[in-house]
């Protein structure tokens, strides 16, 4: 059997990825922001505070978990939601190394 096209990259490379692949969507930006500013889990107030239906909150949610940012509590008959702090660092720091990298140190005076 073959390789997949991501056993081609690095483990670096495929974490970024998949990162931007998940905060790529504007609906999980603004839920990962009001997660963020609320400092604390939430149960049922993403559908109200974001203003997309349940099932697509839902969708959502499901994807933010997939990459471990966040954290589901079960309380009573609703799962709340919080940010995983550790992996937000993660996420922060993949990022940061990214962009280091990506700066220009030339002397060409070319504006990069």
Same mark, same amino acid.
């Given at each position: 059997m073959g390789l997949t +096209?991501?056993?081609i990259f690095t483990e670096e490379q495929n974490r970024i990825a998949s990162?931007? +692949?998940v905060i790529g969507h504007p609906a999980r930006?603004?839920?990962?922001?009001y997660l963020v +500013?609320? @400092?604390?889990?939430v149960c049922g107030e993403l559908v109200n505070e974001i203003?997309?239906?349940q099932p697509t909150i839902s969708q959502h949610l499901k994807e933010l978990k997939k990459i471990g940012i966040l954290k589901g509590n079960?309380?009573?008959?609703?799962?709340c939601y919080c940010i995983d702090q550790s992996v937000l660092l993660e996420i922060r720091s993949v990022f940061d190394r990214f962009f280091d990298a990506c700066k220009c @140190?030339?002397?060409h005076n070319c504006g990069c």
């Open positions: +096209k991501t056993e990162f931007a +692949k930006v603004a839920i990962l922001q +500013k609320r @400092n604390s889990c203003g997309l239906a079960i309380e009573g008959t609703s799962v @140190n030339c002397s």
